[in-house]
């Protein structure tokens, strides 16, 4: 039952904390202390394991970037940026580290280099479907509207069952004066199932 359930919990809990202290720079015990102080709903614990990671491991982009990523499952996104700066420094060809570095930046209020780091990863994998949705919201922040019906127009060919995706493309079909096309796009949102509001960033 649950009560076992959260036992078997802090018993990974304690495990955890007992690695990092019997091997302090080894980044993967960290990891594994914030997934356990996660799996409890310790959110401080969590942020305070992922800190220590990003200390012990300033010259791993893998790393780095899995601790950015933690940070934003835990909605922390702008305490996300450092670390993925790093990372993409340290691996600029790595899409995901830098589209998620630029959706970070977007939604932080720093849309110019946000896009830019979003373009970066769209054009270092075009087929992933969330850097095109992420670059069509930058775009239409910055009033951008043709620019964003073409990057939601690949978010929906690569993600066609993704709603928001749709409804974001009826919603600059509209902006341009393409009402035929909206209308299409919003029908074709209200045929799909209602689902969160943006992609999930890469989980941990």
Excluded at 114 to 121: A, E, F, H, M, V
Excluded at 187 to 201: E, I, V
Aim: hydrophobic share 40%.
């Amino acid at each position: 039952g649950c009560a076992g359930q959260l036992g078997n919990k802090e018993e990974s809990l304690q495990y955890a904390k007992k690695a990092t202290a019997l091997a302090p720079s080894v980044v993967f015990t960290w990891i594994q202390l914030a997934r356990a102080e996660r799996a409890l709903g310790h959110t401080q614990g969590t942020l305070d394991a992922i800190a220590k990671a990003a200390e012990v491991s300033p010259d791993s982009a893998a790393m780095l970037a899995v601790v950015g990523y933690s940070y934003i499952n835990l909605n922390q996104v702008p305490q996300a940026i450092p670390p993925l700066q790093r990372a993409a420094r340290l691996a600029p060809r790595d899409y995901l580290v830098q589209s998620q570095l630029g959706y970070c930046l977007m939604t932080t209020g720093q849309v110019d280099a946000g896009i830019s780091y979003l373009r970066k990863g769209s054009s270092l994998n075009p087929k992933y479907g969330p850097v095109w949705e992420h670059l069509g919201l930058a775009y239409q922040e910055k009033g951008n509207h043709g620019d964003a019906v073409k990057a939601f127009e690949r978010a929906t060919q690569l993600m066609p069952n993704r709603r928001p995706a749709w409804q974001h493309l009826a919603d600059e079909y509209r902006a341009v004066g393409r009402m035929q096309d909206a209308q299409r796009a919003t029908a074709r949102a209200q045929s799909l199932p209602a689902g969160n509001s943006k992609p999930a960033p890469k989980k941990v």
